[in-house]
C-alpha cells in the first residue's frame, strides 16, 4: 500500500470558464510541481480533452483519470469518472446527444478549446458547454455506471451549483458513495448530517486556473504491486465504489 496525492476536479481550456493556459501539458506539470500523483480532468459536460490530457500525463509521470463535470437538469454540478478512457468517451458522445444546444458567445463566457497531446488546438467546441443538460441526477448515475464509472455530487459546500444549495438538503436517493467538498474545513460540521457521514468525502480543487490545482495533501492509500498506473486506477475505482 502506498499513498496517492490526488486532484479529481479539474478543468482544461475546453470549459468555457477556465483559463486558456489550463492546456492538458500545463495541468499535468502543475501537478508534478504540487507532488500529485492522480489528476483527473473534469470539464463542463465533456470528455473532449481528456484524450490529450492522457497524453500529456504519461509524458509527466501523473495517473489519469477521464471524467466530466456533468450539469444535472436540476442544475446541480456531479463529478463522473471513469476507469477507462474509452468507456469516458461513449459517454461523452451520449451526453452530447442530452445537451441543451446554445451557441457560445466567446465574448461573454470565454472559448471552449479542443487540444491534442501536445497543446496545439485542434478545434473549439460551437456550443456552450456549462448550462444544464436534460439529465437528472436519479439517472447520472446508472448511467454512469452504465459505463464503468461513477458519480457523486461536486462541491456540496458551495453555493453555486451544490446538491445542498439547489434541494436544501442530502437526498438519500439515489445513492451516492461520495461526495465532494472544496473546503476541507467544512467536512466536520457537513458530517453531522447523517446521510452525507455515510460517504466517502474526496476534497478537490475544481480549479479553473493552473494555480487552482490542488497542492499535496489528501491522499488515498492503494495496492500497487505489481506496480501499473492501470492497476492503482482500478484499485482507486474500487475504493470510490465502496465509499466509507
Known amino acids: 500500500m502506498n499513498r496517492y496525492y490526488y486532484d479529481l476536479h479539474i478543468h482544461s481550456c475546453l470549459s468555457p470558464c477556465a483559463d ?3 492546456t492538458p501539458n500545463n495541468l499535468a506539470g502543475m501537478g508534478v510541481l504540487n507532488g500529485l500523483n492522480i489528476m483527473a480532468l473534469t470539464d463542463h459536460n465533456t470528455c473532449g480533452n481528456c484524450p490529450a490530457f492522457f497524453a500529456a500525463a504519461k509524458k509527466q509521470g501523473i495517473i489519469p483519470i477521464a471524467g466530466m463535470e456533468l450539469t444535472s437538469a436540476e442544475d446541480i454540478h456531479l463529478i463522473c469518472l471513469f476507469e477507462e478512457l474509452e468507456e469516458a468517451m461513449r459517454f461523452d458522445a451520449l451526453v452530447r446527444t442530452r445537451r441543451v444546444l446554445i451557441r457560445n458567445r466567446e465574448d461573454i463566457f470565454g472559448e471552449q478549446l479542443l487540444t491534442d497531446g501536445e497543446d496545439r488546438v485542434i478545434g473549439k467546441e460551437e456550443y456552450l458547454l456549462s448550462n444544464a443538460t436534460d439529465i437528472s441526477i436519479e439517472e447520472a448515475v446508472p448511467l454512469a455506471e452504465a459505463f464503468g464509472g461513477i458519480c457523486y455530487p461536486a462541491h456540496i459546500d458551495r453555493q453555486s451549483n451544490g446538491m445542498l444549495s439547489v434541494l436544501g438538503a442530502f437526498p438519500p436517493s439515489p445513492f451516492f458513495a461520495c461526495a465532494e467538498v472544496h473546503d476541507p474545513a467544512r467536512i466536520g460540521s457537513l458530517s453531522e448530517d447523517p446521510v452525507i457521514a455515510q460517504k466517502r468525502i474526496l476534497v478537490s480543487s475544481d ?38
Open 20 to 22: 486558456n493556459d489550463c
Open 207 to 244: 480549479a479553473h486556473f493552473l494555480w487552482d490545482v490542488k497542492e499535496k495533501r489528501e491522499y488515498f492509500e492503494l495496492d500497487d504491486e505489481p506496480y501499473s498506473g492501470a492497476l492503482v486506477r482500478k484499485n482507486l475505482f474500487t475504493l470510490l465504489r465502496k465509499g466509507i
